[in-house]
């Protein structure tokens, strides 16, 4: 799906509105971090990503933009390559985009967008679901999906499907666990699933295990597991904010997966927090069989947006398809790819 601006009338509204409301780009060291923590913590679409901690954890830089007086605000998480600064989506970090407590309109949307413009020729990264689609750029519809506990009891599961698989995942000894061993759950998601999401490195998965190591500290960290007897087969990390799990980090392995010890997993949580106000936040997905297994727990969906715009000079732009093109051709030399296929 794509969206264009629809010409000079539109940059002179863009450009009135970043006037009028006074959309500041703030470098890092400048940064209130209390205000801007605030802003997020009262916005009707805050996120834990938007969250300072989490930006300093997660992304290998980043600033700001701000409107007025912290009354919005929108992360910039960059990084550099032969001197050009750009935005990218760090590991571990589905949604950013702008977040407020007031309505976020399409001209707030787009009058975000072209400022970060002026300091990034170009971008990969996702907005939220909270902002509506931009007029000027490029941008594609992601799937994200939601459990509300108290809206679907785990006594009343209607669907034939998932009553079949939880019948047969109750056929096994089965047995749910607490566990509070974030090295152990995140070590175990990196062996299992590295090859999936090859962006990330392995310095992002140590960010993550120092980033979940704090929030433990404040009871922002849950761990379920899933054995057979001694024999592990399922884990999820969720961190705990503003009555939302985000489920960042969940595994299955091949023993598991025969015995349905995901289908087990999230029907003892589902038990666990029937009686809360607490959302599970599936993360994704948009690989189709995982998005099939989130979409038949889901009480509701939650899409966000990702956007991109290429502003780079042509020669760099062409270094970069020729860079893409030969990634790709001798993709077969890298052992990681040999010793998958």
Not at 1 to 11: A, C, D, V, W
Not at 110 to 115: G, L, P, T, V
Not at 143 to 151: A, D, E, S, V
Request: charged letters at 20%; aromatic letters at 16%.
């Amino acid at each position: 799906m794509t969206s264009k601006n629809s010409g000079g009338n539109r940059y002179l509204q863009l450009d009135r509105f970043l006037i009028d409301m006074q959309i500041s780009f703030i470098p890092y060291q400048l940064i209130d971090k209390v205000k801007w923590n605030n802003c997020v913590a009262v916005s009707s679409n805050g996120l834990v990503y938007a969250q300072s901690i989490y930006l300093d954890h997660m992304a290998d830089h980043w600033d700001g933009l701000v409107m007025n007086d912290y009354e919005a605000v929108m992360p910039l998480t960059w990084k550099q390559k032969m001197g050009i600064r750009y935005l990218y989506q760090p590991a571990f970090f589905q949604q950013g985009g702008i977040f407020s407590a007031s309505a976020i309109t399409v001209e707030m949307v787009d009058a975000f967008i072209s400022a970060a413009k002026k300091y990034f020729p170009f971008a990969e990264c996702t907005l939220n679901y909270g902002n509506p689609a931009p007029t000027c750029v490029s941008f594609e519809m992601r799937n994200n999906y939601l459990l509300q506990f108290n809206q679907f009891l785990s006594a009343d599961i209607e669907n034939e499907y998932l009553k079949q698989r939880i019948k047969r995942a109750e056929k096994f000894n089965l047995r749910y666990a607490n566990s509070d061993d974030i090295e152990a759950s995140v070590v175990l998601y990196q062996q299992l699933y590295h090859h999936r999401i090859s962006g990330f490195r392995s310095e992002d998965f140590n960010r993550f295990i120092d980033l979940c190591t704090l929030l433990q500290k404040e009871n922002k960290i849950l761990i379920r597991t899933v054995f057979e007897e001694d024999t592990l087969l399922a884990s999820a990390l969720f961190i705990v904010d503003n009555n939302r799990l985000y489920n960042l980090a969940s595994c299955l392995l091949a023993e598991g997966k025969s015995k349905l010890a995901n289908y087990f997993l999230i029907h003892q949580l589902m038990k666990e927090f029937e009686h809360t106000d607490i959302v599970l936040d599936f993360e994704g997905s948009d690989v189709e069989g995982i998005a099939y297994f989130y979409q038949k727990w889901a009480t509701a969906k939650q899409p966000y947006i990702f956007i991109s715009w290429n502003h780079l000079p042509k020669t760099i732009q062409l270094l970069r398809r020729l860079f893409s093109y030969f990634q790709k051709t001798f993709a077969f030399l890298n052992p990681k790819f040999m010793k998958r296929n």
